[in-house]
């Protein structure tokens, strides 16, 4: 998976950082957008995991910060409810010019609701997901109701919103008030698929049964069991992104995505010389990666380059095989470093008693250990490192057989 970092210019002249991720084969068959939830930042670790999960179902997907949070520009007293609605426009707007408008829209917690109103706006959204979404934008005053009185004195006032201060207006505070988000999923007439915690104690599911009966069909509520709001645990947040691939296959148009098969080897690999230049996909079984060259030899730098894969192969069995003699030994070894680098050097440049004018492949692999080890025990896992089946393969004699089939 490849991803690109954005700067999208908003309707205020604001930067929003933004990162689109692409599927394996860099070739998308439909955009989305995710919007994060209240007071978070598009690196929320639940962002992450669903965006990543939607590019396994053919899709681009942009998420990004809303004005004044993460690494966007602005202040967080900008970051009302119409202003994060216009930064969805802004962002969809981007995305049409640039590459293509977005059919999906994401939204977790008051992105949920954000995507409502803004995939109301947008002709090209074909389908609407939410995640922990409130009924009403009034929802959001709680955390600073009790200082509602003080912001109208005083007209900018510091809160405390999940343990950070944040500074908001009477702006701020008026912008959570005038939209009726019900009435915005009654008219939305596109497919709306509410996801919701049964027992999320932020925003409670009777929020996400508002959404549901108001809404028009075609929609679709999926509980999620056991989760909390911030899908903190991994297997939540991927569960979500596959929920929602897998949902859009009905109401999006569905391109066929080409997959290899090994047929019966451990993996193929393919370059099709008429649409690509040198970005090779390869497949296993379960697995998808691509290859390529870097720019500076003529490729498209989508992928590893062959030699960093050869290099990728060595140290992931290096680092795995330290970890079983470790853990064998109950020595404390919590972190391995394995870097690796490929070269061609001269043999006489390496002291070699061969006098021919040849060159060998070299690999430097250096390490680095985590953990409370002494000298000894650094010393022996270097010896394993040297040990691990891969190590072995490549400094044995290797038989590669070749033959043509059809």
């Known amino acids: 998976m490849k991803s690109t970092a954005l700067k999208i210019v908003n309707s205020k002249g604001h ?22 939830c209240f007071t978070c930042s598009s690196s929320l670790s639940a962002a992450r995991n669903i965006s990543r999960s939607l590019t396994n179902h053919g899709f681009g997907v942009l998420r990004f910060d809303f004005t ?18 216009n930064d969805l426009l802004a ?43 409130p ?36 702006e701020f505070v008026e912008h959570f008030s ?25 925003v409670g599911v009777d929020n996400a049964q508002a959404l549901f009966v108001n809404a028009h069909h075609p929609k679709s509520f999926v509980s999620l069991d056991n989760a909390d709001h911030l899908l903190t645990q991994p297997k939540d947040s991927l569960y979500v992104g596959n929920v929602i691939g897998s949902w859009t296959q009905r109401y999006l148009e569905v391109k066929e995505n080409k997959m290899f098969h090994p047929k019966g080897e451990q993996l ?17 079984k379960k697995h998808f990666l691509i290859a390529d060259e870097p720019a500076s030899v003529g490729g498209d730098d989508f992928g590893a380059s062959p030699y960093e894969l050869l290099n990728a ?36 440049d390496m002291d070699s008693e061969n006098s ?33 089946p891969v190590h072995r393969s490549l400094i044995g004699e290797i038989l590669i057989e070749t033959s043509i089939v059809n």
């Not at 933004?18 to 995710?34: D, G, S, T, V």
């Not at 290096?318 to 680098?341: F, G, I, N, P």
């Not at 692999?365 to 691990?388: M, T």
């Open 15 to 36: 930067e929003l950082n933004a990162r689109l991720e692409f599927p394996a084969n860099q070739k998308p068959n439909q955009y989305a957008i995710f919007a994060h």
């Open 68 to 85: 004044g949070l993460g690494r966007s520009e602005g202040t967080f007293a900008e970051s009302h409810f119409g202003a994060n609605v």
């Open 91 to 133: 962002v969809h707007k981007y995305m049409k010019e640039n590459y293509q408008a977005p059919t999906l829209l994401v939204g977790h917690s008051l992105g949920g609701a954000a995507v409502i109103v803004a995939g109301a706006k947008l002709e090209e959204v074909k389908a609407v997901a939410t995640i922990g979404a």
């Open 135 to 170: 009924s009403s934008i009034e929802h959001t005053k709680k955390h600073f109701s009790h200082q509602l009185n003080e912001i109208a004195a005083k007209g900018e006032i510091e809160v405390n919103i999940g343990g950070r201060p944040f500074t908001i207006n009477q």
């Open 178 to 202: 005038n939209t009726d988000l019900i009435d915005t999923v009654k008219n939305l007439r596109k497919p709306l698929l509410v996801l919701h915690a049964p027992f999320d104690r932020i």
């Open 268 to 284: 193929v690999g393919h370059l099709n010389l008429n649409e690509d230049n040198f970005t090779t996909s390869i497949q296993t």
């Open 313 to 348: 192969g060595l140290a992931a069995c290096t680092a795995m095989t330290l970890k079983m003699y470790a853990q064998r030994k109950k020595w404390d070894l919590q972190e391995v470093y394995v870097y690796l680098s490929h070269s061609k050097k001269h043999v006489q």
């Open 356 to 388: 021919k004018p040849t060159y060998l492949d070299h690999i430097s692999k250096k390490l680095k250990f985590v953990g409370d080890l002494s000298e000894e025990q650094q010393s022996r896992l270097k010896e394993i490192a040297s040990r691990c």
